[in-house]
């Protein structure tokens, strides 16, 4: 079964910059879409952005739009999520997700990390 690890959550104050990888041991990642998602507290989990597989088509909510960024590198079976000028109200816990279709579908993935929380604050 595919496990997808998530890192590179924090604190960070409002401006700022993080970066989010998703990693998979086992299993090739570049054969899956991959989707983050973010659930803030109180709120229900809302996709960010996804990519579709062997380097297909990215997606992103509006919100993310401009100051976000999916890309992979397959040499390290890993998928980024760059995000700059962070707000507070992306403050959330940042899930990866895997499509085993290998394209990036309207649904919830297939396969999910733990998450990785992040905060915007000053």
């Known amino acids: 079964q595919l496990q997808l690890v998530e890192s590179g959550g924090g604190l960070v104050q409002p401006g700022g910059s993080l970066r989010l990888s998703c990693a998979a041991s086992k299993f090739t990642l570049d054969r899956y879409a991959i989707g983050w998602f973010r659930q803030a507290p109180g709120k229900e989990r809302e996709g960010v952005s996804c990519?579709?597989?062997?380097?297909?088509?990215?997606y992103y909510a509006d919100s993310a739009k401009g100051r976000f960024t999916i890309s992979r590198d397959n040499a390290k079976n890993t998928v980024y999520l760059q995000m700059n000028s962070l707000e507070p109200e992306d403050t959330a816990v940042y899930y990866c997700?895997?499509?085993?279709?290998?394209?990036?579908?309207?649904?919830?993935?297939?396969?999910w990390g733990q998450g990785t929380q992040v905060t915007v604050s000053s």
């Open positions: 990519i579709s597989s062997s380097d297909g088509p990215a």
């Open positions: 997700a895997a499509y085993v279709s290998g394209l990036c579908e309207l649904r919830e993935g297939d396969y």
